[in-house]
C-alpha cells in the first residue's frame, strides 16, 4: 500500500517560513520523481516544484528564489522549504510521486499565511 503523508503546515506571519515533508511508504521512492502541488480555494491545484531521482528540480516561476524542494532517498522523503511567504501562498499542499506507469497523492496539509 502506497502512503505519502505530509507535515509541517500550519500557520505563519508573512515573511515568515515553513518546512513541508514527505514521508513516502510502498515505493521505490529513488525510482519516482517527487513533487509538490498546491491547491487555493477556489483556485485549481498547481505545481510548486519537482525533483527527479537523481535531484533535478523544476519549480514553478512564482517559487524560484523562494522555495527549496530537496529529497533524501535513504529515508524516502521530500522536503519543501519555503521562505517569504505571503498570504498569497495561502493554500493545502500536497506531496505527489510521478513513476513511470503511476503516480500517487498525499492527503495534503494545510499552509496559511497571515497578513
Known amino acids: 500500500q502506497v502512503q505519502l503523508v505530509e507535515s509541517g503546515g500550519g500557520l505563519v506571519h508573512a515573511g515568515g517560513s515553513l518546512r513541508l515533508s514527505c514521508a513516502a511508504s510502498?515505493?521505490?521512492?529513488?525510482?519516482?520523481?517527487m513533487g509538490w502541488y498546491r491547491q487555493a480555494p477556489g483556485k485549481q491545484r498547481e505545481l510548486v516544484a519537482t525533483?527527479?531521482?537523481?535531484?533535478?528540480?523544476n519549480y514553478a516561476d512564482s517559487m524560484k528564489g523562494r522555495f527549496t524542494i530537496s529529497r533524501d532517498n535513504a529515508k524516502n522523503t521530500v522536503i519543501l522549504e519555503m521562505n517569504s511567504l505571503s498570504p498569497e501562498d495561502t493554500a493545502v499542499y500536497y506531496c505527489?510521486?510521478?513513476?513511470?506507469?503511476?503516480?500517487?497523492w498525499g492527503q495534503g496539509t494545510q499552509v496559511t499565511v497571515s497578513s
Open positions: 505527489y510521486a510521478q513513476g513511470t506507469l503511476r503516480s500517487y
Open positions: 525533483i527527479t531521482g537523481s535531484g533535478n528540480t
Open positions: 510502498g515505493i521505490i521512492f529513488s525510482r519516482y520523481t
